[in-house]
């Protein structure tokens, strides 16, 4: 039985599992550098200031604000978007040192 080809085929495919996640988040950058297309559309991405943000979704309801133990300002915005009287969903955005570095949406 032979495995090397195996172990070939399963290191093109991590490999190109590696390209595809790096080039995911780095060509829409390289595409929009300004994030003016992003902005136009009411899309917030990595890598946005706190006024590009403030600018695309305006205000959140909540901000939390801490600091890590090197002095880095961390901060987590929390938005609320109401669908009815008893239903609400939530978008989070985390920032540190004014940059968007991520954040997810929960139903």
Request: hydrophobic content about 40%; overall charge neutral; proline content about 4%.
């Amino acid at each position: 039985m032979c495995r090397r080809p195996v172990r070939l085929t399963m290191f093109i495919i991590l490999a190109a599992f590696v390209l595809w996640t790096l080039a995911w988040g780095i060509v829409p950058r390289l595409l929009d550098p300004t994030f003016e297309r992003h902005m136009k559309n009411k899309e917030v991405m990595v890598g946005m200031t706190r006024e590009q943000v403030l600018e695309t979704w305006g205000s959140p309801y909540q901000m939390n604000v801490s600091y890590t133990s090197k002095g880095i300002r961390r901060e987590e915005w929390i938005y609320e978007d109401w669908k009815d009287a008893g239903t609400v969903s939530h978008r989070y955005l985390y920032f540190e040192e004014g940059k968007l570095v991520g954040g997810w949406y929960y139903e």
